[in-house]
């Protein structure tokens, strides 16, 4: 097989992260390229058994390129009635779903919702099914053990993993050890999860099974050489901000105040003190960017991060710093949703908030990450020219990404270029708000700096020496100039590069942010299957880059796909006068590959001879 | 003399920028600027690593009037961009100045948590009881019943007290002086720079537009002496114009008393003394109010502990010292890994 997509789905404490993340190791090990995609509920500690407290956890897998968790399950390990319920409408026909019998009683058949057993009636037809106990199989596994039953059944999700292990011929090694740290203290648990990834493990060697299900071979995929680990999109963030600040010579101060899903970039940075991390949990989301712009100030680099929510908030600060000109970074993982909305899933609705959302004319850089290795790179770039620039730059993921993870190629430090950055020094002829002429930032002068006292704020200054100014001609001109330093900034962003595809083609997908794998899996497919598409992802959103419009300009369509109600398109329309059409999705999902595909064939024809090789 | 780094004494002027003013005339907000000079004068204060950060409002001007660093922020929110300020760079002096609405309104949350979290910052609040740059709304310090273009039929709120509000949210300092009186004020403003940690220190100030005579009842030169208890460590709480006046707890209501000296044998042993360490004196201070009882004044509260910044720094260094010889490049490598062959 190229490709497998499996889905672990169980109650919220069934353990379900755990086992897709253990998956997920092995099959990084096992040579496979991988995305996955963990789903979990958004209540802390949901009723057992009920729909709403399933937890899921997704890998697609594959002996190609992986670009998305995939569309549609290969295999669908259930681990209760909620869970199959919830799930097994994205199960393929012909897909394989496991079950666990020792689960299916009244109770959880009436909590799940269901009127009749599935496992009894044609609910499953369409497939085929593995009906077993696993519950108690696991619990006469573990039986010589010693631990409670209570016990015996936690460990139920590692029969599961076995079994999946053996449909897949993946070793069991890498989880054995990954136990026995995390289990070091209580060797009976230990003992009891490794008897029943065994016991699992060996249902699918020696039992009857092989006669109803053969196991599946997913070869490994041709990446490019180098040294991997698998990575989530919060933890090449954290890193990649520490790279960049690493890489302007500047230390960092991490403000933030908690929320789903940014809390676990703090966290991450939170841990990374040996470095020089300096961070602080602000009694709120204004607090925390006001400390940041307070810490750039005094010559650190200042980050702050939040979600939508959170950023509507730090809404004023961000004002406060496009009018200082400080350098600031500002990470938004967004989800899902006005107001509360659907903090545990997943949109990439606060374009218009990043770009246009602030009172008066206060442009900002906005940078968005595709993917979540990718999250590294472009924290790097935000670093680059926060200080480069001496401006606020808004810095764009999104829930998928920032909890899903990839293998990633661990980059090379040192062959990542340095931008060290200058702080004036000296007061001969020092005016605050003097500008260099290439890149129209002030300087850089630093509290603590003898000779160079100065005064600077919210209210509309001098565009020299910084002094309060309400002339009309200089509010003009402080105007344009903070515009005019932010438009430039496209001079020196990489020139905007087609992804996948000729120029000029029939149609292009046009994204940014975390569809883009998708959006590439689905064009990938339909050049091999001869339509004239191409694929054009953006990373910098403001200012974009300077031959965007050229590129555009060339395509007969352009259809631009977004999670959110048509927010790029807008963007584009305003900015080049073209003639986008949107494809939005607000389900709280990434796209399906296959709805993207329809979504080409239902605006072009095919064009026999023009296929190309994948 | 001299100051720090061999800096070449500066008078009280040398601490003025080149601005011109621009408070209403009379505004006691000159006041405590001339007072801040004189106190960054006599501390030898290097303008270099001086910094004021203010919110918005009448009183938050001030940095623009001071030749050291200065930062004038958003409404509120001077204490969140002090406290990285100070984050950043603790070797730096941050005073921080707000007015009543700036500090208790808007900022209250900010101001709070900086109190509790204790900050070495200089907090000054400039408590005119009213909201002046926006043109004389009342303010959560004005009393009940103040008429204003808001409150025509005068104001129905409660009014917040700044020395109980710090006192109930843990600040370890809290010190309230007068912006006329020039002598007390720099040396109030003196122990607050001396005290490591979060010292706010409440002024009462004179806006002569939109609230002009409020702290008359204290001020007025024919009531003062006995409206006002200036608070001394270690010293009897005594006052008025004879000196015959002194303050005593009254054990059955937990209450202060003023009592007459010579009354019924009543002596200068039947009176309490200032405390300053501690807090339950601190807060029956703070809450005295005319006419029954005098306005303290001075230093009410200081009771000094380790610092956020001191002890977010001991933490980073203790961090440091632990870092990976490889630092960013062997965190990345850590844990599962491996190898793509070419
Ligand atoms: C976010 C925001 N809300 C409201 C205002 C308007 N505003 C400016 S100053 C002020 C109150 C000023 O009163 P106070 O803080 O007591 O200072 P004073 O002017 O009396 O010194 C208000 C409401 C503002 N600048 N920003
Ligand atoms: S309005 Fe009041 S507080 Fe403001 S400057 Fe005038 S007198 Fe001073």
Known sequence: ?614 | MSGPDGIAALQPKDYATDQEVRWCPGCGDYAILKAVQRTLADLAADPAKTVFVSGIGCAARFPYYIATYGFHTIHGRAPAVATGVKLANPELDVWVVMGDGDALSIGGNHLMHCLRRNLDLNMLLFNNEIYGLTKGQYSPTSRAGLRTPSTPMGSIDQPLSAGLFALGVGARFFARGVDTQQKRLPEIFKRAHTHRGASLVEILQNCIVYNDGVFAGITERDVAEDRQVHVQHGEPLIFGKDQDRGLRLNPSTLSLEVVNLGDAGITEADVLRHDEKNRVLATLLAAMEPPTLPVALGVLYCDPTSSYDQSVHTQLDAAKGQAPAGGLQEVMRAGHTWTVEA
């Open chain 1, 1 to 614: 097989m190229e490709s497998a997509t499996v889905r672990f789905a169980g109650d919220s404490g069934d353990g379900m992260q755990i086992t897709g993340g253990q998956f997920t190791l092995t099959t990084a090990l096992a040579g496979n390229d991988l995305a996955t995609f963990p789903d979990f509920p958004a209540e802390i500690r949901a009723p057992a058994g009920t729909t709403y407290g399933v937890s899921a956890f997704q890998i697609n897998f594959g002996a190609r390129r992986i670009k998305t968790a995939g569309d549609h399950l290969d295999v669908l390990v259930a681990t209760n009635p909620a869970a199959l319920k919830v799930n097994l409408a994205d199960v393929k026909s012909a897909g394989l779903v496991i079950v666990d019998t020792g689960q299916f009683n009244d109770k959880n058949l009436r909590k799940a919702h269901y009127d009749s057993n599935p496992l009894e009636d044609d609910t499953l037809a369409p497939y085929r099914v593995l009906k077993i106990d696993i519950t108690q199989l696991t619990q006469d596994a573990v039986e010589t053990v010693g631990v409670t039953k209570k016990e015996a059944v936690r460990s139920k999700n590692m029969w599961a993993l076995g079994l999946v292990y053996w449909l897949f011929g993946r070793e069991r090694a890498p989880t054995i050890a990954w136990l026995k740290r995390k289990f070091a203290s209580k060797p009976e648990v230990l003992e009891a999860n490794i008897a029943a990834l065994n016991a699992g493990h060996a249902f699918g060697e020696t039992s009857e099974l092989q006669h109803e299900v053969a196991q599946i071979d997913v070869g490994p995929a041709a990446i490019p050489p180098g040294l991997y680990r698998a990575i989530t999109g919060a933890e090449a963030l954290a890193w990649g901000l520490v790279a960049g600040c690493e890489k302007a010579a500047l230390r960092m101060v991490f403000c933030s105040y908690p929320i789903t899903p940014a809390s676990s970039l703090l966290h991450s940075l939170a841990a990374l003190k040996s470095l020089n991390i300096l961070t602080f949990q602000a009694e709120d989301e204004i607090a925390a960017a006001c400390a940041a712009i307070g810490a750039s100030y005094a010559g650190d680099m200042g980050i702050t991060s939040s979600s939508g929510p959170g950023v509507a908030l730090k809404t004023e600060a961000l004002g406060l710093a496009i009018a200082t000109e400080l350098p600031l970074i500002v990470v938004n993982s967004q989800r899902a949703g006005p107001s509360t909305g659907m903090p545990t899933k997943t949109e990439q609705s606060d374009l218009y908030q990043a770009v246009y959302g602030r009172n008066a004319d206060s442009p900002l850089v906005v940078l968005a990450a595709r993917a979540p290795g990718d999250c590294f790179d472009v924290a790097v770039e935000a670093v680059r020219l926060a200080t480069k620039y001496m401006t606020p730059v808004m810095l764009l993921t999104d829930g998928y990404i920032a909890n899903a993870s990839e293998p990633w190629l661990i980059p090379d430090l040192d062959a990542i270029a340095s931008f060290p950055v200058k702080r004036r020094q000296d007061p001969e002829g020092y005016q605050p708000f003097a500008r260099n002429p290439q890149t129209l930032a002030r300087d850089w002068a630093v509290p603590g700096t003898p000779g160079l006292m100065h005064r600077i704020g919210g209210i509309e200054r001098d565009s020299t020496s910084g002094n309060i100014s309400y002339d009309p001609d200089n509010h003009q001109r402080m105007t344009d100039l903070r515009a005019a330093k932010i438009e430039g900034i496209a001079n020196d962003i990489p020139l905007q590069e087609v992804d996948q595809g000729d120029l000029g083609a029939d149609l292009v997908l046009v994204g940014w942010g975390s569809t883009y794998g998708p959006i590439s899996r689905a064009v990938t497919t339909m050049l091999a299957e001869g339509y004239n598409v191409a694929h054009v992802h953006l990373r910098h959103i403001w200012p974009l880059p300077a031959n965007l419009g050229d590129i555009l300009n060339t395509y007969k369509k352009i259809l631009i796909p977004e999670m959110n109600h048509g927010q790029l398109v807008t963007l584009l329309r305003d900015r080049y006068l073209v003639d986008a059409e949107s494809l939005a999705q607000v389900n709280g999902k990434p796209f399906r590959v296959s709805d993207l595909e329809a979504a080409v064939r239902a605006r072009i024809s095919r064009k026999p001879g023009l296929e190309k090789k994948l």
